[in-house]
């Protein structure tokens, strides 16, 4: 496959013929290789990482050292993908000096391409003044993890009219602040289609359905890898956690029972040095 490196236009001509587009994150070197090997648009570099890496109970203690962290992994596990980081709790909601700063970072330190930031019309003028300063921005609205305490949990957005008014609007407001994407999270099928129908910049959904422009999957969800929170929008397209345990049982139980390493596992030395290692040993214990 003669593959180049997805830009932004490319995003954008994707949105405008129809075609969709296929996100899905990562956290290291190892990861952000395999997901770029299988041909995907986007990798993003989730705060998500604090769940499924870290074994946080959400992503709001995620810092940006972390993040930067972990996107310089990534971006040196892939040559194809877009690349964007997730800017972490309170990394850009203080002051607009302050988002611009740490926004630049992820381009500048940590390798990435553009950053994704969460919230509606509330963030807009933070948003207008990142994109004025030359870094690209992916928009994230509908269920927002960062809030999840302010929103009452892990719950649907958008379900009302007026809600759905809120969301559309919001999604409108991002566009016109000047983000190239945005990410709908966890709401109604019909709402998503809807807003995705009415944006010229691509939407990328996770538990919106099949109307948005893209998906995105966590990548440890998709692989069985993660089960502390089974989301009803994620499709488990491996089991890899039994697959592993299964294995590092028989590894543990083949190296107490003796069968592990096995004399194709070793190395073996020349007879004459063999003998002349045992000598010395024999001299040595005479002595």
Known sequence: MNRKKVTILDLQKRK???????????????????VDAAGMDIILVGDSVGMVVMGLDSTVPVTMEQMLYHCRLVARGSQYAFLVGDMPFLSYQTSVTEAIHNAGRFLKEAGMEAVKLEGGQEMADTITAVTRAGIPVMGHIGLTPQ????????RVQGRTAVAAQKLLDDALALEAAGCFALVLEAVPAPLATAVSQRLRIPTI????????????????DMLGLFDKLQPRF?????????????????????VTGGQFPAENHTYAMETAEYEAFMAYLSEREVN
């Open 16 to 34: 405008m013929e129809h075609c969709r587009l296929t996100m899905v994150t990562a956290y290291d070197y190892g990861s952000a290789e395999l």
């Open 205 to 220: 959904g996770i538990g919106a359905g099949p109307g948005c422009d893209g998906q995105v999957l966590v990548y440890h």
């Open 234 to 254: 994620v499709k488990r397209y491996a089991h890899l956690r039994q697959t592993i345990l299964d294995a590092l049982t028989a590894y543990r139980e083949d």
């Open 147 to 154: 809030s999840v305490a302010q929103l009452g949990g892990y």
